[in-house]
């Protein structure tokens, strides 16, 4: 099994940047989706950004209401992914989720959340 530490999460005042970290406890040489999920209290997952790795070539995705504020970025050495996030609002208030998928078998990995607050 692979685990997921995930930090960074914490309470930042709208307009304010937070950096999450996502570390996997071992590489996995094959295609491979990482990223992160949130939820906010009495709403639905939702994916906020993903990067897919095949080879040389990586692709990110993001939701709609975060692109152009939040960058997700993967360290190969560590294997830790990082979500910068940048010009927050209160509707990014959610516990954030790490996950790690590898597409040939499909097996999912997830980590435990961290909470993001961002008040008014």
């Known amino acids: 099994q692979v685990q997921l530490v995930e930090s960074g999460g914490g309470l930042v005042q709208a307009g304010g940047s937070l950096r999450l970290s996502c570390s996997a406890s071992?590489?996995?040489?094959?295609?491979?989706?990482m990223g992160w999920y949130r939820q906010a209290p009495g709403k639905q997952l939702e994916l906020v950004a993903t990067?897919?790795?095949?080879?040389?070539?990586?692709?990110?995705d993001y939701a709609d209401s975060v692109k152009g504020r939040f960058t997700l970025s993967k360290d190969y050495a560590k294997n830790a992914v990082y979500l910068q996030m940048n010009s927050l609002k209160p509707e990014d208030t959610a516990n954030y989720l790490c996950?790690?998928?590898?597409?040939?078998?499909?097996?999912?990995?997830w980590g435990k959340g961290t909470l993001v607050t961002v008040s008014s």
């Open positions: 990067i897919t790795t095949r080879g040389n070539t990586n692709y990110a």
């Open positions: 071992e590489l996995i040489s094959s295609t491979t989706h």
């Open positions: 996950y790690y998928r590898v597409a040939y078998s499909g097996m999912e990995y």
